[in-house]
DNA sequence: CCTATATATTTTATACTTAAAGCATTCCGA
DNA sequence: TCGGAATGCTTTAAGTATAAAATATATAGG
């Protein structure tokens, strides 16, 4: 059984989610769970797009999008910009150049550093799935108004202040 | 290096997320990358801190947590309520058994099903975590005010639910 | 009763992810 | 210039997650 006939299933059973029935659960909570739910939702679904319409991942598509905004990074900075870690770039990196979809871009100086960017063909992959990534995305948002998505923005934005600063300690440099 | 110290140096550099500078991108992919990152961020805090504290992880957390407010469960509906994979099910209800934190419930008529419940260590565990997941939870939403909040879980339901029908077809039962 | 089908779980293979330890290179201060 | 600290990456071990196939049990129809 795949996780949208889970997903399926659960609607059909009249079941909740693990936010469900929490009712009793702090403000604060709820709020984490809505949230994790929400993109648990979101990254099943594309996940399983991505899987079916290109055998790849949100994982390797994440690392094409960082190459085709920025056009040249170190593996280090791959790693700031998707915020995991630095062991997993070096994986994903040499799955992607077996692949064919990055390749080297050889020495700036810096003999430590490991810069790559897309290969002709990871350009042109990567495209198509920009454009199939953004119809997938808007469908999934079809609901909601432009005055919802704008205020939710706004809201994700201030969450996000509030959580890099619990995160990062207290400096408000 | 840590990924909270990950998070302290991209903030340092003044370098964004790869939401950061995506201002071409549409509005519906703004808003899957912000809410994407606001969930990252979560879980990396809350699962270093319940690895520090509690030397456990967040899908162990909520493994629990599902037992907690249902009593006693099947694999099958633990895999539905967490929307996860029923054999991910599987290694977690072993790992966690292993460290004797859940135990079985045995027979229900079904030999095939495998119900599970919390051990009387794992329901004392689970209420330590528990309590210190709410605070931590709650430090990491503090800048949002009370009324920032219902505007947030509002919307939030209004997205889970243009996920959900997206996610599963159009059969609005 | 028997058989086909559905259900519940486990197994297998693979990928993603992390923390921590280790290696190589660069940088910086004495 | 020399030596230690910082930086960039890789490796390792373990946990998390999935899809698909396999196994075991239950259920329903004939």
């Known amino acids: 059984m795949t996780l949208?006939?889970?997903?399926?299933?659960?609607?059909?059973?009249?079941?909740?989610?693990?936010?469900?029935?929490?009712?009793?659960?702090?403000?604060?909570?709820r709020l984490?769970?809505?949230l994790l739910t929400c993109?648990?939702?979101?990254e099943q679904r594309l996940g399983a797009l991505f899987r079916e319409?290109?055998?790849?991942?949100l994982a390797r598509f994440d690392f094409l999008a960082a190459?085709?905004?920025?056009?040249?990074?170190?593996l280090g900075e791959v790693s700031r910009l998707l915020m995991v870690s630095n062991g997993n770039v070096t994986g994903?990196?040499?799955?992607?150049?077996?692949?064919?979809?990055?390749?080297?871009?050889?020495g700036r100086g810096d003999r430590r550093a490991q810069y790559v960017r897309l290969s002709t063909n990871g350009a042109r992959q990567f495209k198509k799935m920009a454009t199939a990534h953004e119809g997938w995305v808007e469908a999934m948002f079809a609901e909601l108004s432009e005055e919802d998505r704008e205020d939710l923005m706004r809201l994700l934005d201030r969450a996000k202040h509030s959580l890099r600063r619990e995160t990062n300690g207290e400096d408000r440099s």
Chains 1, 2 share one sequence.
Do not use: C, W, Y
């Open 4 to 29: 949208d006939e889970r997903t399926r299933m659960l609607q059909a059973q009249g079941l909740q989610d693990k936010l469900g029935d929490a009712p009793h659960a702090k403000a604060a909570v």
């Open 32 to 34: 984490e769970l809505r």
């Open 39 to 42: 993109t648990h939702l979101i």
């Open 53 to 57: 319409t290109f055998e790849t991942t």
């Open 67 to 74: 190459l085709d905004r920025k056009g040249e990074l170190s």
């Open 92 to 106: 994903l990196a040499n799955r992607l150049r077996q692949d064919r979809l990055i390749e080297d871009a050889p």
